[in-house]
């Protein structure tokens, strides 16, 4: 498996991510305490699986600057 094949699985990951943390907003989980230290880690998991996958896919190019928080 590629780079570029594995950051399509990053990029489907991170939309059910989204998609999830959107049927708990909207299910009013982040109403508590505890429902919003789920979603807030929710989101962390999405946001990272979103910096990976843009990383996968450019880390070849040329001038690609490369995300500081992520290296190979």
């Known amino acids: 498996m ?3 094949e594995m950051s399509h699985t990053y990029h489907s990951q991170h939309a059910v991510l989204r998609q999830r943390i ?3 907003t ?3 989980v ?3 305490t505890r429902g919003r230290i789920r979603i807030r ?3 962390e998991m999405a946001k990272e699986n979103r910096d990976l996958a843009a990383l996968l896919e450019h880390y ?3 001038g690609y600057l490369k995300n500081e928080r ?3």
């Open 70 to 72: 992520y290296t190979l």
């Open 60 to 62: 070849y190019e040329r």
């Open 26 to 28: 909207a299910a009013g």
């Open 22 to 24: 959107r049927e708990l």
């Open 30 to 32: 982040g109403e508590d």
């Open 2 to 4: 590629t780079l570029q």
């Open 41 to 43: 880690r929710l989101e």
